[in-house]
């Protein structure tokens, strides 16, 4: 599993004087559908799937998931079934007016809708059982992609030349991610982490992975939770958009630039530093109903 493009950085124009420098790492052109760090995530999982045999990928996520999108995208590429277990019996009727679940449908994927009662019992054994009994065999990708494939694939984001950083930055959802970045980075390097969602589980779950103390949960960016928005944020969103170079979307770059725009002003960061964000793809968000607000 190649990339179609390599990843390279990218200096951000900020709106105000300051020497803080901030770049970013543009991990959105890996892959025209499988991007940023889904495709990180899923490069060993498939290698894994393949060595084992299986046919069929079985995964979970929400009806914003970038993760539900770049499984059936690879699924598609590389010529395995798809079947995404959906949290929310209540998009039965509507999932494709949903860009991401669209999208995922487009390329094959195969949808469960269950409750969210029911979602939270997706990783006991009795549930699994239940879902190879009506699937039959498949190869198990955890929701967002999280497993030691995954983190070692997201070890694979930075090169010696994100040496002279001094903060390595990337929006979190579950914790792959960050763990990958924060097992790679460089001495005397800072990672920050920025939930998209509000959250508890974080700190324990990144320590599954890692055992490094470099790194900090920004949590104050959350705005007010998965796939949650608010007016300001959709402001910054559009006008980051017409600003930059590159776009971003509200669910995850856009919740982690806006922290970033908000600490720089407000000099969290010591003069002249130099940031690295790493983009993590998921522009099909871009499409959603949620920048209407």
Partial sequence: MNPERESFNEKVV???????????????VLHSEISGNKFRKLKYNLQEAKRLGFAKLLTFGGAYSNHIAAVAAAGKAFGFETI???????LVAKFMENETLKLAF?????FEFISR???RNKTSEEFLERLKS????????PEGGTNVFAVKGCEEILTEADTNFDYLCCAIGTGGTISGIVNSAFKNQKVLGFPALKESFLQEEISLF???SNWELIRDYHFGGYAKTTTELIDFVNDFNQNQSFK???IYTGKMFYGLFDMIRNNYFKPNSKILAVHTGGLQGLNSKILQI
């Avoid at 900020?14 to 991990?27: A, D, G, Q």
């Avoid at 995404?84 to 209540?90: K, M």
């Fill in 210 to 212: 890692s055992n490094k």
């Fill in 117 to 119: 009662t029911a979602y």
């Fill in 84 to 90: 995404g277990i959906i949290r929310g019996d209540e």
């Fill in 14 to 28: 900020l709106p105000f004087e300051t020497s803080v420098e901030l770049f970013v790492k543009r991990e959105d």
């Fill in 248 to 250: 971003i979307e509200p």
């Fill in 134 to 141: 009506k699937f039959g065999d498949f190869y198990l990708i």
């Fill in 106 to 110: 487009e390329n094959g994927m195969r």
